[in-house]
């Protein structure tokens, strides 16, 4: 068994969702991904059963693994109990553990996902914070966001949020010792580490590809990989 | 339709739903989009004699940040974990989620630590050094929509209002959209299981409506996490939207139901930019099909002001709905600020009609 293979199967995710695959395709005629990108769950656990260490490398580096959408339809149908978006989840963690996800499209936008919904975790205690969702970058929330999101405070207030207020209630300000209590979780069970990979791998990426990438979200790299598709991953090519 | 095989398996996916004295904890998304759902649940509940406790020092379960793979799974179990020491804290055991990302992350981790129990173990470490917190496992979990489902008779004796169309009489038709994280890893922890989820269906039902069984019923909202995070991947977002859309247009749908926080808002948005792309709308004479959440439409069957709900925070406007219901409400105060005041008005889109 190869090196990479062993480490797949340190992640319980991995060991719980690679059971024999008999190939029949269900998971693939049900996935969402596979109807939109150049995807097959099928294919993925075809590749990872033959435990062929050069061919697991290219897909950690692949676009492929990036395509899933983690919504699990295929964990319910799958007549031998496999579970490709399990095994997603493990490819992704050895993709950024590795540094091999900058390799790829798709793997490079772990960066803009790292510096927007992983710094909110930690700033506000959400995972999303409406005073971060501009309708610049979120064009098709259409009109009535736009009008909430420069009338947060009155239409949180109409709507009985307690919006950036100590106390229980919709948008309360998360108590600093709570986001303390965050931070030290983060640092004590890998996400402070995995976090770091990411800025550092990227930074990397960016000095290689010619791209200007400092610390904040209006620069370059960042908004390249957060718009730019410079390839087809369609499913039809 | 014939439903006798689908009553067979709605009866062996029966899951136990406690009855009162919950420890809540909130949805980031819903926060954000639907803050009026929320309220709306503590609301009813009181109003039924429900004991609903919320301790403003949780946080994020960080189920999004996992599901885009920037959290590791120890840190997300370590997390829950916190979650649930809040509550053995508080003296709870019954433990019910606003969000179905989060629920479907509790049981995910709970399904872990019965299969692997030095997890939980060391879980337990995590949580001990980074808090100095420990934690009993919840006696009970559920969905708000759960328990929601379990009161919904209750609700019909306090309601004002059914479903049905006040001029002729019949069943409101109604497309029903449960989140894929709430039974589709462990169908037996869902209301219904996974194929023939059973906890909206029996709310529409219960309260006179007549749920639509289209081809693309189950397929995702398209969400997908960093398939809608990332600017470059929304196209997947919107696709899985429309086929959804397209799917279930010829049932003429009055409305579309949901369980899920991420859901509502992609059904609502994406008609929004569907008609802006293409100029298609899918309701009548340029109307979209007005989207909402179990708690908004059980506000309205108890008659709960639409305005109260937050339904002038929806991109696709209910009021056709409303109307073929006859619940009365003011069109001049549904962009009011709490003091009355006027805060502005959102623009018009192109094509979709708005009020």
Known sequence: MGALFEKLCEDIRFVEGLKACMNCGTCTAICPAAEFYNYQPRMLVDILQTHDEEKIEALL???????CGECMSCVTRCPRNNAPGLLITALRSLSQEMG????????????AIKRTVGHWILEYGYCLHPSQITPGNHPEQ????????????????????NYKKAGPGVLRAIPKAALDEIKKIFDETGATDRFEKIEAFSKKKAAEMGMKLDDGLENEYITHIYKANTKDHSAGQ | MKIEGKRRIWDDYQKEIAGDNYFYVRSCVRQNFFPGAEKTFLRYMAELGKNVFE???????????YHSDIVPFKTAMTMVARQFALMTEAGYENFVTSCITSFG????????????????EQTREHLKKATGREFVKPKNLAHASDVTYKFRKDITHRGKYRLVNKDTGLPLKVVEHIGCHYSRMFPSKGVGGAEYPYVLVGMVEEWGGEVIDYPERRHCCGFGFRQYLIQANRG??????KKKFESMKSYKPDMI????????????????AISEMEGITYGDAGQGIPVMTYEELAG????????????????????????????????????????????????????????
């Open chain 1, 61 to 67: 580096k692949s676009d492929t693994i990036w395509y």
């Open chain 2, 257 to 272: 139901l949901t369980n899920c926080p991420g859901c509502p808002m992609f059904l609502d948005r994406w008609q929004y």
């Open chain 2, 300 to 355: 309205l069957i108890l008659g709960y002001d639409p305005w109260d709900l937050g339904f002038q925070v929806h991109q696709v406007p209910v009021e056709p709905l409303l109307d073929k219901i006859g619940i009365p409400y003011d069109p001049e105060k549904k962009f009011l600020d709490i003091n009355g005041n006027a805060m502005g008005k959102p623009k018009s889109p192109s094509y979709l009609k708005f009020y």
């Open chain 1, 142 to 161: 259409g009109p009535v966001w736009d009008w909430e999101f420069h009338h947060l405070e009155g239409v949180m207030e109409r709507l009985g949020a």
């Open chain 2, 55 to 65: 301790n403003p020092s949780h946080t994020t379960c960080t189920g999004i940040g």
């Open chain 1, 100 to 111: 091999y996800f900058v390799e790829s499209e798709k793997g490079r936008q772990q960066l």
């Open chain 2, 236 to 241: 997947y977002s919107i696709a899985a939207s």
């Open chain 2, 105 to 120: 992350l509790y049981t995910e981790i709970l399904d872990t630590w019965s299969h692997f129990p030095e997890q939980e």
